[in-house]
Each structure stands twice: as C-alpha cells, then as structure tokens.
C-alpha cells in the first residue's frame, strides 16, 4: 500500500505539470507554429524539447496500458490523468514532426539510449512486470533530457522574449517541476524492496532535480534578456 501512494503521489505530480506544460505549448503554437510562425522567431518549447516530451508521453500511455499500478487514486486519479497524458500527444506530435522526420536517426538513437538506461534502473512495483516499471523510469529520463534540450534552445534562440505565451512557459515550468524535485528528494524516499534492477530512487531523484535546475536556469535567462531588452530601450530613447 505504501509503494502504491508512493508511485501515485509521484505520478499525480508529473502528470499535472505536463498539463500545464501542454497547455503552455498550445499558446505558442497558436502564435508561431514551431519556428515559422510569427515573425520566424523561434520558441524553446518545440523542436528537440518536444519530440523528447512525446517519447515521455508515449512511454506513460503504454505504461498505462500494461499496468495499473502507477494509476493515481483519489479525486484526482482515475481516467483523468490518462486522458489529459494521451490528449497531448496529438499536440507534442504537431511541434515535434519537423524533428523527427529532419533527424530520425538521432531522436532513434536518444530514446533507444533512454530505453536501455531505464531497463537496467527501475523500480518493482508492477508485480514482476520488468517492462512496465522500465517504462515509468524512461518516461523520466525522456522528461529529464527534454528539460536541457529546452534549456539549451533558450540560451541560442535571440529575440522570443516579447511573446507573452513564452514567457508564461519559462514562469511555469520551474515552478511545476519544483514541486515534482520536492516530492522525490523530500518524500520518496530509497526502499531497497522495491529496487527491480540498478539504482532507480537516485535516479529520479536526481533526475527531476537536475531538471528543476534546467527549467530554471532557461527562466534565468529568460528574465536576463527582458531585462537587458528594457535597458536597452531606455538608453535608445535617452540618445
């Protein structure tokens, strides 16, 4: 029962900040669609950081499909988080074509890297089922890299800082994933029982950690370049 609460407390978490995440990459998506919308500008929230959302995505729909135990219980649980997971994959899917079909060797070469990691690093929590708690750690591992590949798009992409979707987006994730870091480092806490194979609990402790740090370290630079966007407004109009 407890490793039960653990994994929902865990799931419910993850599954509200891809919501808000979803919903935050519908705004841009209306206003730019990937990097030919308005202007051309390009936005971090698709491309690489996407397509690594759609794996993650797709691995949860599957795992769902195996096994019922990551489901989440209370008012919040049920069908409801599988069906805002499987709602957004139509919409990751949009932001995340170019990707694919420009680089299916390297999105192939990721996710099958992802998918080894996992196999050797999970949890037992599925009742002897190796692939269902393989597929809960690879949909972290798809979350963790998605997180530096949208940090890595904020520190190259000039000039997305006007779009107030955008910046809604860099606000909002930091703060979502904080709670998710919180929840594994304070909360879940290392049950050698439950160990299946490897070290799964340092893994998604450290992984949603470093993907806190990546979110927010994006919001940083986010905020640095309005910043200096003020600055050097002010300056013009004093020459």
Known sequence: AAAAAAAAA???IRRLRRACGASA???SQQTRLGDGGSG???VPLSHEATTLWLGAGLARALLFARS???MLDGPLGG????ACEIAALPMLLVLSRSTIS???LAVGLAMGA???YASRNRLALSEEDAVADSLFTLAHCLDLLAAFAYLVRTALIDGGSGDVSVGFTHLLMPIQQGFAAYYFLQAFGQVPELVGSGIPFETLQIGNAAAFGAYLGACALFLAECFDGVDSRA???LV
């Open 235 to 237: 300056a013009a109009r």
């Open 79 to 82: 069908l409801l988080p599988v």
């Open 40 to 42: 051309g500008r390009a």
């Open 10 to 12: 865990s799931g419910q």
């Open 114 to 116: 992802a998918a080894v």
């Open 25 to 27: 990459a519908a705004a």
């Open 102 to 104: 420009r680089a299916p």
């Open 68 to 70: 019922g135990m990551y």
